[in-house]
């Protein structure tokens, strides 16, 4: 799967529409312009999704024809899952205060405006990866991130390299001292980010899962990946007894449209 582009708010007022294209995706004076099932020029609604999947699962059952589950040992989502301009979504000084009234936090304490337009983004990401599972509830995805999956576009800080490595050596340790070590720096908006909230969006078992509105199957990112997701936002995936390897990479540091903030190693590395 490639290029979903998820729009939970597609037939709305809120929906993604290019600039450059005289397409409507959402409702306009009152009058639906969104056909249900989509509409070409427009990210993906929810019906289409389904229906692809829904597709794509009887074709498994076809090609067996016993009627016994034939589901597929992984599935490539290659990146771009969520809309284009979810910052958009986030763009008026109204929709900006809402944000940051739905990002209080339990103790009353609130995160900014840029954060829950972050979270907005992962929590796409999560309801999409919940769709997916129903679909395949047996399977195991291999995700990749796409410009389009962080927020903003192409936009992404890295943890350091020794905040890994602490993770790192609690990976051995008690799943209590790792989700502490993980919690601690997830506070750290500078030093883990976009990558952080992807990995919380795509663990069921995670340090903050409960503030999503979606439950996960099966966790899609594990605590063994965490240490390099969240460094540079690579895992990798064994399958068939080791007979295939799977490297899922994260290509967006190599695009020409990359931004990284000013003490970015990573991007330093890769222009000098």
Known sequence: LSDIHYDPHYGSSRAYTNQYSPVSCGAADGDDDAPPIGKHGCDSPQSLIRSTLDRAARAMDEVD????????????????????????????????????????TADGTATTAEEAMKRGGA????????????????????????????VPDYYLNFLDTDSAEAVNDNAGSSAENFASSASSMSTNEESTGML????????????????????????????????????????????????LLILSLNTVIYSPFYESSSDDKIHENNTN
């Open 65 to 104: 024809g016993s009627g016994s589950d034939q589901s597929p040992s992984f599935i490539l989502i290659t990146g771009d899952c969520l809309r284009h301009g979810v910052d958009e979504l986030f763009s008026s000084s109204e929709d900006r205060q809402n944000s940051y009234n739905d990002s209080l």
């Open 196 to 243: 952080d909230l992807i990995y919380q969006a795509l663990n069921a078992d995670g340090y903050n899962t409960d503030s999503f509105a979606n439950t996960l199957q099966t966790s899609v990112l594990k605590p063994t990946d965490q240490h390099t997701f969240l460094k540079g936002g690579y895992y990798y995936r064994s399958f068939h007894n080791g007979g």
């Open 123 to 150: 929590a796409i990401l999560r309801e999409l990866t919940v769709i997916v599972q129903e679909y395949f509830p047996n399977t195991q995805i291999v995700f990749s991130i796409g410009n389009n999956d962080v």
